[in-house]
C-alpha cells in the first residue's frame, strides 16, 4: 500500500547497503577469519542419551604432537549456566543427558590431530535408561534427567483468567482439539562457529554468528569462566543465517575455554552434521484446545493444556513455552481462559528458540482449531476471525495494550485476492483455500528486562559524520542478514538528508560499541530504530550548528539536502557535510538511546510485555492429490501490519522467505529423532525447501503507524513465519472436505490417514489409493 507520509528514503525501494559485498563473495564470514596460528577445537560428545559418566581420561590425548590443550570436567569449572534456568555446565559432570552433550573438547594444529586426540580421549560410561518423550518422562518411577527435578518438570504454571467456568457452562457450542509439532533445525546455511584469542593480560577476544554479543560476554562467559564481562571482548561476524538458533551460542565458550587452556588463538566449528544434532531446534509441543463459543460465532472462553519437550538443558525453554501459552488469546477478544503448562526435561537433545519463538506451534494449533470451530458453527472462517480480532484500544485479558493493529486489513487483503468466496464454495475436490491470522511480540521486556542492565530493555547508537563526508553508525543491535543495518541506516539518511550510499554499518562490538540487547524478539527496528533515529537527530543538530559557524549562517536558515549544508534563504550558499566537519576541527557524532516501553510479567504472567504488537494474515491455496496424499501449495497470498515500512525490498526479502521457510517446516522438515538418537544430520536427509519448491508469493503491506516506532514501524521478522503452517493445514482441510492435519510434519501419509478418518465421520467412500513409496518400504 502507498505510504502515510512522504519520504526521501524510509519505504521506498532502495538496495540494502552491504548488498555488493554479499553478491561479490567479499564478506567475511566466521570460517574465514584471518589469524596467525590459528588452532582448530572439537568436541568429544557423547554417544548415548543417558549415562553416568564414570570416568574421563585424557592423558593419552594430552601426550599427542600437535594438541595444546585438553579440557573437560578435569580442569574446567563446574559453574552452571541458562538464560532462563542454570542447569548445564561446560562439560559433563557426573552424567550425560542427551546423545551430543560435551564432554571434553581439544586444540591441535590441525582438523585430523583433533580427532585423533579425541578418539584418544577414554570415557568410561554406566548406561542408564532414558526418557525419550514427555509423558513416559513425567510417568512417576520415571529416571530423573536431573536429580534434583521432580517428576522431570523443567518450569510448569496454572493460569485462569475471566468466569472460565461459566462461559464452558453457558456455552452453546463446546469444540476440542489435539495438536502436536515436531523437531525442526533452524537450517542456516553456515554452521555455528566461533573465533577466540587468548591475550597474554588475560583478556580474551572473541568472534562469532551471534545474534547478541552482549548477552554471550555477559550471561556466558563471564560467569562461566570466573572472569569480569569487561575483559571479554566479543564481535560478530557478518552471518550466515540464524533464524534465533545463535542467540545461545556454547561454541563461544568452547573457544573461549580453549583458546585460554592453550593460550593461541582456536577456531571452534560445528560440523554440520553437528550442528543438526547438538544446536537449540523449534520445541515441539502437544497442545490440547477446548473453546466455549455462541451461536452467532462470539468466543467465550478457552481452556489450554500444553506438555513442552525441553530436551536436555532449558536455555529459554521456559520463556518459549509462555509465549506458546499467551500469544494467541490476544489476537482475539477473549473473556476468560484457563492454561495448564508443563515443560518437560527428557534425554533429547535440548530446544530451544526458532524464528516465531514459540508462536509458529502455538498459531498452527489455534488457527487449526478455529477452522474446525467455523465448520461446526456453520459460519465462514474469514468471518469468525473478523467477528472476532483485537482492535485499536483494546486491552487483552492478559493486559496486552493494542495501540495500532490493522489485522482486519491483512485478512480482507488475502481474502479478496485469493477470491475467498467463489474459491470455498466450490472446495473439497483435491482443491482448497485457507487462511490464519497472528500477532507478534515487538521486543519482549518480559524476557529481555532480566537480561537487560536495571531490569529495562535499552538500545544505545551512535552516529558518527567524519571528514569525508561519510557516516558510520555504531549500535549494539545485530544483523544477521535480515536487513538491520540497512534499516538504521535508512532512519538516519531521512533524518540526515545525506545519501544511504555514504553509511556504514559495521559488525557488533562489545568493544567499542554501545549496549544492544541483539536480535530477538523482533526487536531490532522498533528499539534499535529509535535509539539511531535519536542519535541521527542529535548528529543533524551537531552538524548545523558546526556548520552555522563556519558559514557564518543562524542554524535555524539551514538544512541538509544530499550531503550539503544549505542555506534555506540563499540556495546558493551551500558547503558539503565533509567540509563541514573538516572545519569543526574532528568528527562530529550524534549519541542515542531509546527504553523499550512494556513491563515485566508478574507471576501468572499478566501485563502488557511490549512496547507494540504486529500482526499478519495468510491465505494457501493448495492442491491434494486424494489417492496419494501429495499435497501442492499453489500460491499464498500475505498481509502484514509493520506499523510503517522501512527498508522495502528488506520487508518484502522477509515476508517472502518467512512464508517459504514456515512453508518448509510444516511440509519437509524434521529431525527425526528416534529414542534420542537424531536421524536426519545432513541436508540429505534433512530437507528444506527450494526454489523448485516455492510457490509464488503475493503480499502487501498495510500500514497503521505505530504511536512508538521510528516513523511508524514496528516488526516484522516473525509475524512474517508464524501464520503459514495453519494457512497450509486449513487449505488442505477445505480441499479434502474435512482431513485435519494434528501432527507435523504433513506427509502424504498423515494426509492418507487424516483423509480415512474424515471419511468415516460422514460415511463417504474414499478413492481406492495406490501406496506411497514410504509405505512400501
Request: glycine share 10%; charged share 25%; hydrophobic share 40%.
Amino acid at each position: 500500500m502507498n505510504s502515510k507520509m512522504n519520504a526521501r528514503v524510509v519505504g521506498r525501494r532502495i538496495p540494502s547497503i552491504d548488498a555488493a559485498e554479499k553478491v561479490t563473495g567479499s564478506t567475511i564470514y566466521i570460517d574465514d577469519l584471518p589469524l596467525q596460528g590459528l588452532l582448530v577445537g572439537k568436541a568429544l560428545r557423547s554417544p548415548h542419551s543417558h549415562a553416568r559418566i564414570l570416568n574421563v581420561d585424557t592423558s593419552r590425548a594430552e601426550r599427542l604432537s600437535g594438541v595444546y590443550a585438553v579440557i573437560s570436567r578435569n580442569n574446567t569449572p563446574a559453574t552452571k549456566f541458562g538464560i532462563n534456568v542454570k542447569d548445564e555446565t561446560a562439560f559433563c559432570r557426573e552424567k550425560v543427558r542427551y546423545e551430543g552433550d560435551e564432554v571434553a573438547a581439544v586444540a591441535a594444529i590441525d582438523e585430523d590431530t583433533a580427532r585423533e586426540a579425541l578418539a584418544l580421549i577414554d570415557v568410561e560410561y554406566e548406561i542408564l535408561p532414558a526418557a525419550t518423550d514427555p509423558f513416559s518422562a513425567l510417568e512417576g518411577g520415571a529416571l530423573l534427567v536431573h536429580d534434583s527435578v521432580a517428576r522431570n518438570i523443567a518450569n510448569q504454571f496454572h493460569i485462569r483468567r475471566g468466569e472460565i467456568d461459566e462461559a464452558f457452562a453457558d456455552a452453546e457450542a463446546i469444540f476440542s482439539d489435539d495438536f502436536h509439532t515436531h523437531l525442526a533445525h533452524q537450517a542456516y546455511i553456515e554452521p555455528t562457529g566461533c573465533v577466540a584469542q587468548w591475550h597474554p593480560n588475560g583478556q580474551i577476544s572473541l568472534w562469532g554468528c551471534l545474534q547478541s554479543v552482549f548477552l554471550i560476554r555477559t550471561f556466558l562467559l563471564s560467569p562461566v569462566m570466573g572472569m569480569p564481562a569487561d575483559d571479554f571482548r566479543v564481535t560478530q561476524t557478518k552471518p550466515g543465517g540464524a533464524f534465533g538458533g545463535k542467540l545461545d551460542v556454547k561454541a563461544a565458550l568452547m573457544a573461549a575455554m580453549l583458546s585460554q587452556a592453550a593460550q593461541k588463538p582456536v577456531k571452534f566449528m560445528l560440523s554440520l552434521e553437528e550442528d543438526l544434532s547438538s544446536m537449540r531446534p523449534r520445541m515441539p509441543v502437544h497442545i490440547s484446545l477446548e473453546s466455549a463459543w455462541k451461536k452467532n460465532g462470539a468466543l467465550a472462553g478457552k481452556r489450554v493444556k500444553i506438555v513442552a519437550e525441553n530436551g536436555a538443558y532449558c536455555s529459554l525453554s521456559p520463556a518459549i513455552m509462555s509465549s506458546i501459552a499467551l500469544r494467541t488469546d490476544n489476537l482475539y477478544r477473549t473473556p476468560a481462559v484457563e492454561i495448564e503448562g508443563k515443560l518437560v526435561y527428557t534425554n533429547a537433545i535440548p530446544s530451544g528458540q526458532m524464528r516465531g519463538f514459540g508462536n509458529v506451534q502455538a498459531t498452527y494449533a489455534w488457527e487449526s482449531h478455529l477452522d474446525n470451530v467455523a465448520d461446526g458453527l456453520g459460519i465462514d472462517p474469514a468471518e469468525l476471525r473478523l467477528k472476532n480480532y483485537t482492535e485499536k484500544g483494546d486491552v487483552s485479558l492478559h493486559g496486552w495494550k493494542i495501540e495500532s493493529c490493522a489485522v482486519a486489513d491483512a485478512t480482507n487483503y488475502v481474502v479478496n485476492k485469493i477470491d475467498w468466496k467463489a474459491k470455498r464454495a466450490r472446495g473439497g475436490k483435491g482443491r482448497g483455500v485457507g487462511l490464519a491470522s497472528c500477532i507478534h511480540v515487538s521486543g519482549n521486556k518480559g524476557f529481555s528486562a532480566a537480561l537487560g542492565p536495571d531490569g529495562t530493555d535499552p538500545s544505545s547508537g551512535v552516529v558518527r559524520i567524519d571528514e569525508e563526508g561519510r557516516v558510520e553508525i555504531w549500535s549494539g543491535e545485530s544483523d544477521l542478514g535480515q536487513g538491520a543495518t540497512s534499516v538504521m541506516a535508512f532512519i538516519a539518511s531521512e533524518i540526515m538528508g545525506i545519501p544511504v550510499d555514504h553509511f556504514s554499518v559495521p559488525p557488533t562490538d562489545t568493544g567499542y560499541m554501545p549496549f544492544g540487547m541483539g536480535a530477538f524478539a523482533s526487536r531490532i527496528t522498533l528499539i534499535g530504530g529509535n535509539a539511531i533515529k535519536i542519535a541521527a537527530e542529535d548528529a543533524r543538530k551537531n552538524l548545523l550548528e558546526a556548520a552555522a559557524e563556519a558559514m557564518e549562517i543562524p542554524a535555524s536558515d539551514l538544512e541538509i539536502v544530499e550531503g550539503e549544508v544549505k542555506a534555506k534563504s540563499l540556495p546558493d550558499r551551500k558547503m558539503p557535510v565533509g567540509e563541514v566537519v573538516r572545519k569543526a576541527g574532528s568528527v562530529i557524532e550524534g549519541e542515542g538511546k531509546w527504553l523499550a516501553g512494556g513491563e515485566v510479567l508478574d507471576d501468572q504472567k499478566y501485563g502488557n510485555p511490549s512496547t507494540t504488537y504486529s500482526f499478519s494474515t495468510h491465505a494457501a491455496e493448495v492442491e491434494v492429490d486424494m489417492e496419494t496424499g501429495v499435497v501442492t501449495v499453489i500460491k499464498i497470498y500475505a498481509g502484514h501490519d509493520p506499523g510503517r515500512v522501512i527498508n522495502r525490498l528488506g520487508a518484502e526479502g522477509q515476508v517472502e522467505g518467512g512464508v517459504i521457510q514456515g512453508m518448509s517446516y510444516s511440509m519437509l522438515e524434521g529431525l527425526s529423532p528416534d529414542a534420542g538418537h537424531v536421524r536426519a544430520r545432513n541436508f540429505h536427509d534433512y530437507l528444506i525447501a527450494t526454489s523448485m519448491d516455492a510457490p509464488q508469493v503475493e503480499h502487501d503491506f498495510f500500514e497503521s503507524m505505530d504511536p512508538h516506532g521510528p516513523f511508524g514501524a514496528k516488526g516484522l521478522a516473525e509475524v512474517a513465519i508464524n501464520p503459514i503452517t495453519a494457512a497450509i493445514c486449513n487449505a488442505i482441510y477445505h480441499a479434502t472436505g474435512g482431513a485435519r492435519i494434528r501432527t507435523l510434519p504433513i506427509t502424504p501419509e498423515r494426509v492418507l490417514e487424516a483423509i480415512e478418518e474424515a471419511g468415516k465421520k460422514v460415511g463417504i467412500n474414499l478413492p481406492i489409493r495406490r501406496k506411497t513409496k514410504t509405505e512400501n518400504k
